[in-house]
């Protein structure tokens, strides 16, 4: 493409700037790019002359949207034909198939992925250059035919003009276009024809020209039956000089394959005479198998190929629909879950749950007839409808199907006995309609459960009682969130060598205007279940970063506060969004803000928890995996999350003193927390003598009624501004941690020393290199920071010489700069663990020191024999 061609214009329109920024970036070196933060800023940008060429419209968005901006765009004269490409991250397929059919050209999904937006960028502008070529020609001709009617002076020579003119616009859509196009005469037979077209269908173009168009590629339906010329839309359009525009049809190939396609056809006329027609034709085989995909997606379930909630519902409906002939004929509807399947996902992960979901599949068929319907709606949850000669023959089927799920299966070298539950409903009696069968049948499966399972249960009205009850549980909860019926309480979280309190879990509790103080065990799994956990979990997050930041504004102590976070809400929410909002509403510096995730939730999908760990990381906002030990754990992936905490959970906690199974698992988490550079929180601290056991083997905090009990937040302000800290009795076996700060700025010094004795440790400070040798010579240190831009000696010069008498030390450098130099020579020679920038964060600067700390305990018990070496993975810079 030559300079002096325009450059396309986009428009991308997204809520989110950060969306926009990265869209942007990626787009701007090869188009002009537009912007707009919302749909009705969108609609105005679109409507300036020029209009975009093609629009990146997100579907999620406030107010307006993308469906009705892209409703809007239609119904506008001069928006109505702007390609328009959706960007979304939701992933169901019905909300793919709407877009389309209400004119999206394609879909882009997020997080995007930079190859394939060019690609299908480039691929849209291509497709709207060639019919904006058709377009304009079309136009010109008729212009032409109306100038030539309006003086039929000039007829002869305008005709020669607009053949000639004609014949260069043939011969520029031939060597341009990438959309197929051939010409026909009046009478359908093909004149000219684009390299596109012929080897879209197969052939060369010479064996297109002279040739009608309907008998060599339009002869037969997509089914294979004849197709008359009497009823093929091209041939009738071209006889009554009609234009056609995306139609649907079945071209056939060379070889006799069939090509779905979409093509419009526009009449040429010269005057009053029908010349012919040039039809414009694209393959639309792949949007055809995806439609057929997102088909099969919103009816079947991926893993076990069984129609899902949606065809069941469809299915029993029609069965509903149908006259029973045999007078005690019932149609049963089963509601069949394993037993104690969660317990597979939290031992041997999801990928063995899915195994044991496909094998329970394949038995379940086993048991079907043709007529029946088996449905898995998600989860363990599978449905079978089936129509029943007598009502009693349900209860033999449930009890088959009982004894087949009974034999064991072998997973992943282990022999699984699950056993199932079942509940029956019948139509009629036991609903009119195919919701309130269903609904029924799962109350007889919690029913034949809560009797132990491995059985199954008819339904009866009296089941409806608890169910009612929780419905109502269900609306309560729902008002509590927005009643202000929520609270929070904060228990402490206390550091073992300083004794100090250094965080604070939230705690939710529910006041019920009739019911008390709800405690979390009674609502929080109804949460989870109905998906409140997200708006509760929202509520949580924005009152506990807010209670932080008031606490600091009233001039407390700085402390992190821990929120646990559910998995249902990182499926159902963009969480890193949601932080960085409240956050940003509530003022909290991220490295005050820790979420707390358990193992089950972490290992859903570790991959994507990776990612989202590594964008939590770079917003510096702490994590935790809380209850570490009683889910399923691959090491392979702990190493990999950007985790800063483990938290041992309180059932190893009890007895640690006493039972030696519950010490060796909490010494192990201890050393592997340690050598992957994370310190540990020991929740469910009650006694001294488990205080003693965890200090003595390097545990970094707990928490637990031995201090506190969780707190209300006046309260709890109250216990930090008080500074009472837990009293730590001296121990021979906890060796004194030593820090030397050296810098040539006494004010710094002055700092920096304030800073780390809050945190119990012996600090040295020194204010030249000499100096610090000479302290290092008569004190065993740790860990030692020191400045890079110092006189006579500077930071890298003496991490050097300490490097070589005190291999042992962990050496950082502090720097108001990025000295490149000076580091990269420090980091080329081996003499730096972190390099940490000026003016540095409290916070990440206390953390990275306790990390350097931990890092030379991990490697002095590894001299011992008590753990494996670590080998640090890198240097890092600590703002």
């Known amino acids: 493409m030559s300079a002096a061609v325009a450059r396309a214009t986009l428009l991308i329109v997204d809520d989110q700037p950060e969306n926009l920024a990265v869209l942007g970036g990626l787009l701007e070196s090869r188009y002009e790019v537009l912007v707009a933060p919302s749909g009705e800023r969108a609609l105005a940008v679109a409507a300036r002359q020029p209009t975009p060429d093609l629009i990146l419209l997100d579907i999620m968005m406030p107010e307006m949207d993308g469906y009705a901006v892209l ?20 992933g169901d397929p019905g909300d793919e198939e709407y877009g389309l059919s209400i004119g999206a050209v394609d879909y882009l999904v997020k997080p995007i992925q930079p190859a394939v937006v060019l690609a299908r960028v480039r691929n849209q502008l291509d497709v709207k250059r060639a019919r904006d070529l058709l377009r ?3 136009a010109w001709l008729e212009a032409e035919v109306s100038r030539r009617v309006a003086d039929n002076r000039r007829l002869e020579d305008a005709s020669r003009e607009a053949q000639a003119r004609l014949n260069h616009l043939r011969e520029l859509i031939l060597s341009t276009a990438d959309e197929g196009i051939y010409g026909t005469d009046a009478d359908g037979v093909i004149n000219f024809v684009n390299p596109a077209a012929a080897e879209m269908l197969g052939y060369r173009r010479d064996e297109l020209i002279a040739y009608p168009a309907h008998a060599i590629f339009h002869h037969a339906r997509a089914d294979g039956s004849p ?3 009497a009823e093929c839309p091209l041939v009738t359009s071209l006889a009554g000089g009609l234009t056609l525009r995306d139609q649907e049809e079945t071209f056939w190939c060379k070889d006799g394959s069939a090509l779905p396609v979409a093509y419009s056809s526009v009449p040429i006329f010269e005057a009053d005479r029908l010349l012919g027609a040039v039809v414009s034709l694209r393959d639309i085989s792949e949007r055809k198998r995806y439609l057929a995909q997102l088909e ?16 069941l519902n469809d299915r029993l409906a029609h069965a509903i629909a149908q006259p029973r002939h045999a007078p005690d004929g019932a149609l049963a509807v089963l509601a069949i879950e394993p037993d104690r399947f969660q317990n597979v996902n939290e031992t041997l992960g999801r990928e063995a749950g899915d195994r044991v979901i496909a094998e329970l599949a394949e038995r379940l068929v086993a048991h079907v007839q043709p007529a029946d319907t088996l449905a898995r709606l998600e989860g363990d949850e599978f449905v079978l409808v089936a129509d029943m000669g007598r009502a009693e023959l349900a209860s033999d089927l449930a009890q088959a199907i009982i004894a087949a799920m009974t034999r064991p299966m072998l997973v992943d070298g282990r022999e699984l006995t699950l056993g199932v539950s079942i509940g029956i409903a019948f139509f009629p009696k036991d609903g009119g309609h195919a919701e309130e069968l269903l609904r029924h049948a799962v109350s007889a499966m919690h029913k034949a459960r809560a009797e132990g399972g491995g059985r199954s249960h008819l339904y009866s009205t009296d089941m409806d009682s608890r169910a009612l009850e929780r419905l109502e549980l269900e609306g309560e909860l729902r008002r509590a969130i927005g009643n202000g019926e929520l609270l929070l309480h904060y228990q402490p979280q206390l550091s073992l060598r300083t004794g100090r309190i250094v965080g604070a879990e939230a705690l939710v509790r529910w006041r019920h205007p009739t019911r008390g103080l709800v405690p979390p065990a009674a ?20 009152q506990a970063c807010a209670q932080n930041q008031a606490w600091q504004d009233a001039g407390l102590a700085r402390i992190r506060v821990a929120v646990n976070l559910s998995a249902r809400q990182f499926e159902g929410q963009d969480m890193l969004a949601l932080v960085t909002a409240v956050l940003q509403e509530s003022g909290l510096n991220p490295a005050c803000l820790e979420l707390e995730l358990t193992e089950s939730a972490v290992m859903k999908d570790a991959e994507a928890f990776i990612r989202t760990t590594q964008q939590f990381k770079a917003l510096s906002v702490l994590l935790s995996i809380d209850d570490f030990g009683t889910g399923f754990s691959s090491l392979s992936y702990l190493r990999r999350f950007a985790m800063n905490h483990l938290k041992i959970d309180q059932s190893f906690i009890h007895d640690i003193n006493r039972d030696p199974d519950n010490a060796v698992i909490a010494q192990a988490v201890i050393s592997l927390a340690h050598n992957l550079r994370m310190s540990v929180i020991a929740e469910g601290v009650e006694s001294e003598a ?19 009990r969780p707190l209300p937040a006046a309260e709890f302000a109250a216990l930090l501004g008080s500074g009472r800290a837990l009293e730590l009795p001296a121990d021979p076996a906890v060796p004194t941690r030593t820090l030397l700060l050296v810098d040539d700025e006494a004010d710094t010094l002055s700092s ?4 780390f004795r809050r945190e119990g440790y012996r600090v040295l400070t020194a204010g030249s290199g000499t100096e610090a040798l000479d302290l290092l010579a008569t004190h065993t240190v740790q860990v030692i920071i020191s400045d890079a831009c110092m006189p006579v000696m500077d930071g890298s010069e003496l991490l050097g010489k300490v490097r070589v008498l005190y291999p042992n030390t962990v050496r950082m450098m502090l720097s108001g700069y990025t000295d490149l130099q000076a580091v990269t020579r420090a980091v080329n020679s081996g003499e730096l663990y972190q390099f940490i920038i000026k003016p540095w964060d409290d916070v990440k600067l206390v953390e990275a020191v306790r990390a350097g700390f931990r890092y030379h305990e991990s490697r002095r018990a ?4 008590v753990a494996q070496q670590f080998v640090p993975d890198g240097i890092q810079a600590v703002p």
Request: hydrophobic residues 40%; contains cysteine; glycine residues 6%.
């Open 71 to 90: 409703h809007a765009l239609r119904e506008n004269p001069v928006t109505r034909d702007i390609p328009v490409l959706f960007l979304t991250a939701r």
């Open 296 to 311: 099969r997606q919103s009816n079947f379930d991926d893993l076990t190929g069984l129609p899902n909630r949606n065809l």
């Open 752 to 755: 920096l020393q304030r800073l």
């Open 862 to 865: 590894a001299t011992h024999g």
């Open 690 to 708: 488990q205080l003693a056991f965890l200090r003595a083997r390097g545990c970094d905090e707990m928490q637990g009624h031995l201090f506190s």
């Open 227 to 229: 197709y008359p010329e």
């Open 136 to 138: 304009d020609h079309n």
């Open 523 to 542: 609502f929080i799994p109804l949460a989870e279940d109905t998906g409140l956990i997200m708006p509760l979990g929202e509520w949580v997050l924005r």
